[in-house]
């Protein structure tokens, strides 16, 4: 009797290490992609600020130019802003592509 407890025993330690070490490698994944998460959330809050920061420049740039007429003065506002973002999507795509 003692023999078929203690065969019971290794077995249900065996299974114990097993699920410990799948629960290890879970954790490990979580956090790689928690990390992950936060790292982008932070460049995309500073990608934003510096994009309004840009935004304000610009548009004080474009109402000296452009004193004269409201709508001219926006669609050169709207010419530039787009350019700007045309040419960051360039460069992004260019550097922050992924290799398969």
């Not at 003692?2 to 490698?25: N, P």
């Not at 530039?80 to 290799?99: D, E, N, S």
Request: net charge positive.
């Amino acid at each position: 009797m003692l023999l078929v407890f203690g065969g019971k025993m290794k077995e249900i330690k065996e299974k114990a290490q097993i699920h410990a070490r799948r629960i290890k490698e879970k954790a490990k994944r979580f956090n790689r992609e928690l990390k992950k998460a936060l790292y982008t959330a932070f460049l995309a809050a500073f990608g934003f600020l510096i994009a309004l920061v840009w935004r304000d420049l610009i548009q004080v740039w474009v109402e000296k130019i452009s004193a004269t007429s409201p709508l001219h003065g926006q669609l050169i506002s709207t010419l530039i802003v787009t350019f700007i973002c045309v040419f960051g999507i360039l460069i992004a795509t260019r550097f922050l592509k992924v290799k398969e």
